[in-house]
């Protein structure tokens, strides 16, 4: 258990069920790990999108990878690749920001609880507030997550506010 779990997460593929607190987290969104790493933890392995193929922490998630000793195993794969994720042994997948569909999902999830791409939106298309609340749901950091997500909006408005240029701008 622990506080969180066991928790459900309801997906547009399916139900994840997240017994305790994952220890081995696999990241197979595009960019899900950014948001794995900026909640404390390190997963086990991140899925390749952009730059250069050894790579999967960019520049802007180091410090907060460095602060938790992350050193995810690149998982390069142009579609999901089961038997590359079931390598990594893991305890969660989390596939918020992935090509996961109806083919995928359902074996992925035989290897672990697979949290897929949100309800109620397009493939691909929920805003990074949504994709970081899933993420701290399946990490049972409800709260770390909401107040990432408050924290960066201030941060937006305020960098708004200090440009009298930017109002009312979008």
Do not use: C
């Not at 950091?141 to 009312?168: C, H, M, N, S, Y």
């Amino acid at each position: 258990g622990g506080a969180g779990f066991p928790g459900t997460i309801e997906g547009k593929l399916g139900a994840a069920t997240i017994p305790q607190a994952p220890q081995r987290v696999v990241s197979v969104g595009y960019t899900d790990h950014d948001a794995i790493l900026a909640l404390g933890v390190a997963p086990v392995a991140a899925r390749y999108w952009y730059g250069d193929e050894e790579v999967v922490v960019q520049p802007w998630a180091q410090a907060a990878a460095q602060a938790v000793g992350a050193a995810p195993a690149v998982l390069n794969m142009s579609s999901v690749e089961p038997e590359k994720i079931a390598a990594q042994r893991p305890d969660l997948v989390i596939g918020l920001y992935s090509d996961l569909d109806a083919q995928s999902y359902p074996v992925v999830s035989a290897v672990a609880p697979t949290v897929g791409p949100p309800r109620g939106f397009d493939d691909y298309g929920a805003p990074w507030q949504e994709y970081t609340r899933e993420t701290g749901r399946a990490l049972g950091k409800e709260a770390e997550a909401e107040k990432l997500v408050t924290d960066l909006e201030a941060r937006f408005v305020a960098a708004r506010d200090a440009d009298p240029q930017w109002k009312g701008r979008s």
